[in-house]
């Protein structure tokens, strides 16, 4: 159980941050955006590097989860989770969109930016299963605004998702070990995740077996219209109720009606580089975190790291929703601001949408209303997220349990 400490007020940055925070990725949103080589880096890469892993020194999938909630009009109070040093179960996390690098593919260089994107994300995971993320050549934040021919875009999804599938294949041979495992994703990374779970897993009935949940966040999982089965998967639905496991957990944030344009929530008219059902007998999955089998609006538990996070993503995952920039005497902080949240029908398009409450400020997209919320999807639910693959967790290992004590 947590152990909660009193706390006394945590100096807070001037609401004036925030805007600098925007200057800040807008300038560099804009230098990258500069006419770059369109290389696809695709030379082979024969052993696979680890971003975070059990027997890493320094491992930014594994830190301290001390937190810092706040209530508007009440003292802060400090919530200190505790862990086992090793887990029972797995979780394969695969990051989202955070290269710099100056080419339309990175390389497997790892940076300040991965580090930081995956302390955010997978973290607070780590204390219910052992974190291994690979680094993969994956599309840059250049290549998001530098047009080139089809096949070559091809050929960067199929690079990006070679290095995340030999770490696949590694991490089963020689660390999975028959342990149950987590995929967790968001935007590329859910991306190469429906890709995995497609190809490589549905049709190892060994692997499928030991899937306790797939979180593919931000990244357009397909299913046929008004159905939990099919599109992007042959046999994994999507998750409808608390402890479920065997299932996918899926969303796009959006603070206001999705345009026409828009990035996410909508199902592809024609085909794209990474091969997936499109068309109008199709929808992009949407199952609510905060109310999984009523989808009832609900509030989110938005969970936040306290630093500024380097990089144009790091800055800009505060900018849709949250004011200022948040600071706390802990490395986690659950803002005073909340957020509820419903999935919805809107158009063609199927999202997450999120409003504010009572005292917090209304969310805006960013970097422009076709993103939506996507640089938050994540942080906004994460408090929600690690809460019901805890649930799964627990599930699965009582499912297993039976079945070792029954001699199956």
């Given at each position: 159980m947590p152990t909660v400490s009193p706390g006394g007020p945590v100096a807070r940055r001037p609401g004036g941050a925030i805007a600098a925070a925007v200057v800040a990725v807008a300038a560099l949103l804009a230098q990258i955006a500069a006419p770059a080589t369109a290389s696809a880096n695709a030379s082979q890469i024969s052993d696979v590097i680890w971003l975070?892993?059990?027997?890493?020194?320094?491992?930014?999938?594994?830190?301290?989860?001390?937190?810092?909630?706040?209530?508007?009009?009440?003292?802060?109070r400090v919530v200190r989770p505790r862990g086992p040093l090793r887990n029972a179960v797995d979780c394969f996390y695969v990051y989202p969109t955070v290269s710099q690098e100056q080419t339309y593919s990175a390389s497997m260089r790892i940076t300040d930016s991965m580090r930081s994107m995956a302390a955010q994300q997978a973290q607070r995971f780590s204390?219910?299963?052992?974190?291994?993320?690979?680094v993969y050549r994956q599309r840059t934040l250049v290549a998001l605004r530098t047009p080139v021919p089809p096949e070559q875009a091809a050929a960067a999804v199929a690079a990006a998702f070679e290095d995340v599938a030999q770490a696949w294949e590694q991490y089963l041979t020689h660390h999975n070990n028959g342990r149950g495992v987590v995929l967790i994703g968001h935007s590329q990374g859910t991306r190469m995740l429906r890709q995995l779970l497609r190809e490589r897993i549905e049709p190892d009935r060994a692997a499928l077996s030991r899937?306790?949940?797939?979180?593919?966040?931000?990244?357009?999982?397909?299913v046929p219209r008004g159905a939990d089965v099919g599109g992007d998967f042959r046999s994994v639905p999507l998750c409808r109720e608390r402890g479920q496991t065997g299932c996918a957990l899926a969303w796009s944030s959006y603070g206001q009606p999705p345009p026409a344009t828009a990035r996410y929530g909508v199902t592809p008219a024609t085909p794209e580089a990474m091969p997936v059902p499109y068309g109008p007998g199709y929808e992009i999955a949407c199952v609510n975190p905060a109310s999984l089998a009523r989808n009832e609006e609900a509030t989110l538990h938005t969970l936040l790291r306290s630093d500024v996070r380097p990089g144009a993503v790091g800055l800009g995952e505060l900018a849709p929703a949250l004011g200022p920039t948040p600071t706390a005497g802990t490395p986690w902080l659950r803002p005073a601001q909340r957020y509820r949240a419903k999935c919805t029908h809107i158009g063609p398009a199927h999202v997450l949408m999120v409003r504010p409450e009572e005292g917090a400020p209304a969310p805006a997209p960013f970097p422009d209303p076709d993103w939506g919320l996507h640089t938050a999807d994540l942080a906004l639910t994460l408090g929600d997220t690690v809460d019901l693959v805890g649930a799964q967790i627990a599930a699965y290992r009582t499912r297993e349990g039976a079945l070792t004590a029954s001699g199956r």
């Open positions: 975070c892993h059990p027997g890493l020194a320094s491992d930014p999938c594994r830190g301290d989860l001390a937190t810092t909630e706040r209530t508007t009009g009440e003292p802060d204390r219910m299963c052992d974190v291994y993320a690979p899937l306790i949940s797939a979180v593919l966040i931000g990244g357009d999982v397909v």
